[in-house]
């Protein structure tokens, strides 16, 4: 195949779209394709495209804290099989030590080459599997204090060699986990996925030939470089530094910092993030590229949604991550509940950005999606895994609400159907909505806390909780008020009632019933300048109580739902005296 040499911009906007566009194919692949719960319904998943050297050129619009994690498990990969790949190869890992994030995102990485044997690019897909072994059920609980207890550690291997499936590594894995047939099948997928991926970028390929296509993947990267040191550029130069915290380890640990300073200078910016908490026993621990990774996240939110998100990104900015913190663990250190820690981390370098970004950065959400894992062991000893993922609310933005029951920024999940919690005659949901007046009070209102009421209907279920943001509120900005607490309490409105831990793992028993409300989102700009009629439309449609809007806002709505003027102009008066 004869290069094609690039002539115009024309060319170049169909390719930037068309490797985007297979990489949304993947993803889709992936979506319409996978067996459980957590994938098909919570889509916790990731697709992307490589070029021959690893560099990510493409990927899809899934979860972003996976995909910026992609160039450490490509350089894992390649260090291990880099003189050996052949066509129909796949590649597997989820080490956290050799590219990995933790134990249930298994990356598949398959390369692709052209009909003559030439390589030309990489298939990557990484799949949050319903559960790799381990004590807990979903291999995901907060309390386990090493790696060995977390699941099938699978270093950089080989699944498929020249097309024939290594049936005896694939069954070692499949007999260390609790649901081998689910696994077979997201894992089944995620191939699937790779296979459509290589077949799309080999039609590129033999469109534009092989120098080609490499060249408009270098202009691609470059573009988007490009495209990012222009946005850095705009701001002023500056250190910018930013404090938050994880309420505690699952252990009784006190506070856990996160501190990064920002430092912008020209068109570079560098994150230090020296301060940060050491590594912690719990499982709240991350590696150096899912640090990274959310960190990309975050910049690519407030600077530029419309940059290509590639390698290219990644080239203005540096870091500097402590060793042996919970920013990266060191092994044996546990990192299954490591999720937490990049919804943190997103919050933080946000908060840096926002005194440089006004206009662009919102308040805080409400810290990232909650789990609560379940697990039923039958009386024939097969173990069932339910996944429950709550996304509960955005901060308030800079001009607008905070969103109402979406996953934040860096996950990108779904919450799960009722329908599909319930379908497996092991718990009932009794109750799923909004609660008023938690979102945090501002000119621009956070978005509101989302519960759930579970009964459990198994003769005994063992649950698992990642939750926080309970004594450590989501953060208002310039002038708003915080967000509200998240929740766990067991048998609301009974003489059993009580509260439990944020992050737990503990049996239930049939009858039992769980409450779980994630945290609300913080409020924008001060809360007695924002538009009264906004305020009453807030409460007629039942996410601001009547008191509430007085109280929060100085607006004094009247019995049959009108504004009385003269009591709120008195009240916003009194209020800001």
């Known amino acids: 195949m004869s ?21 949304d194919e993947m993803a889709i692949t992936i979506l319409r394709t996978a067996h459980s719960q957590i994938v098909a319904s919570s889509m916790d998943f990731s697709a992307a495209l490589c070029d021959a050297s690893g560099r990510v050129i493409a990927q899809a619009n899934t979860c972003p804290v996976h995909l910026g994690s992609i160039p450490e498990a490509m350089s894992a990969v390649l260090e291990s099989f880099g003189d050996s790949v052949r066509p129909g190869d796949v590649y597997l890992l989820n080490d956290p030590d050799l590219g990995g994030m933790h134990l249930p995102d298994i990356f598949a990485i398959a390369p692709v080459f052209t009909s003559g044997q030439e390589l030309i690019g990489y298939s990557v897909t990484v ?25 099938v550690q699978i270093p950089p291997s080989r699944l498929c060699d020249a097309g024939t499936l290594n049936e005896t590594f694939l069954a070692l894995v499949l007999r260390n986990v609790r649901e081998p047939e689910l696994l077979r099948g997201d894992l089944e997928a995620q191939l699937a996925a790779c296979h459509a991926g290589g077949e799309g970028l080999k039609e590129l390929a033999e469109r534009h030939g092989i120098d080609g296509l490499a060249a408009l993947n270098d202009e691609l990267l470059d573009y988007s470089e490009t495209l990012l040191r222009a946005a850095l550029a705009e701001a002023p130069d500056g250190a910018y530094a930013f404090e938050d915290f994880i309420d505690d380890d699952g252990m009784g640990s006190p506070p856990i910092p996160f501190r990064v300073t920002v430092t912008i200078t020209g068109d570079r910016l560098h994150l230090d993030f020296t301060g940060s908490s050491p590594q912690v026993a719990s499982a709240l621990n991350a590696t150096e590229s899912f640090t990274r990774s959310a960190s990309y996240a975050a910049i690519q939110g407030a600077l530029g949604s419309d940059i290509p998100a590639n390698s290219g990104f990644y080239r203005p900015l540096t870091f500097t991550i402590p060793e042996a913190s919970i920013l ?29 970004f006004p206009d662009r950065v919102p308040a805080a959400g409400d810290g990232g999606p909650d789990s609560v894992a379940i697990g039923i062991t039958g009386q024939d000893g097969t173990t069932n895994v339910l996944w429950d993922i709550l996304c509960g609310a955005w901060g308030a933005r800079p001009d607008r609400d905070g969103v109402d029951g979406v996953s934040p920024l860096g996950a990108n999940l779904a919450n799960v159907p009722v329908e599909e919690l319930e379908q497996s005659g092991h718990v009932r949901i ?61 048998n609301p409105g009974t003489p059993q009632e009580r509260e439990l831990p944020a992050k737990v793992v503990r049996d239930l028993a049939s009858g039992d019933r769980h409450r779980h409300v994630t945290a609300g989102g913080g409020g924008h700009g001060d809360p007695f300048t924002r538009d009264p009629d906004r305020v009453l439309q807030d409460v007629l449609d039942g996410k601001v109580t009547a008191s509430g809007a007085a109280r929060d806002y100085g607006v004094v709505v009247t019995p049959d739902g009108a504004i009385d003027t003269a009591a709120t102009r008195r009240r916003r008066a009194a209020g800001r005296r």
């Not at 290069?3 to 566009?21: K, L, M, Q, W, Y």
């Open 328 to 356: 990266s663990g060191r092994r044996p250190s546990a990192r299954g509940a490591r999720g937490l820690v990049a919804y943190r981390i997103i919050d933080t370098v946000l908060g840096a950005l926002a005194p440089v």
């Open 430 to 490: 009794d109750g799923y909505g909004y609660l008023p007046d938690t979102g945090g009070p501002g000119r621009w209102r956070g978005g509101l806390s989302t519960f759930r009421d579970m009964t459990v209907l198994a003769p005994t279920v063992s649950v698992q909780i990642r939750s926080d943001r309970r004594t450590h509120l989501p953060y208002g900005l310039r002038g708003g008020a915080q967000g509200t607490a998240s929740s766990n309490i067991l």
């Open 3 to 23: 290069p094609r040499p690039i002539s115009d911009a024309a060319t170049f906007e169909v390719h930037r779209n068309a490797v985007t566009g297979l990489a």
């Open 127 to 151: 799949v949050n599997h319903v559960d790799v072994g381990g004590w807990a059920a979903g291999s995901m609980a907060v309390q386990s204090t090493s790696i060995f207890a977390e699941g």
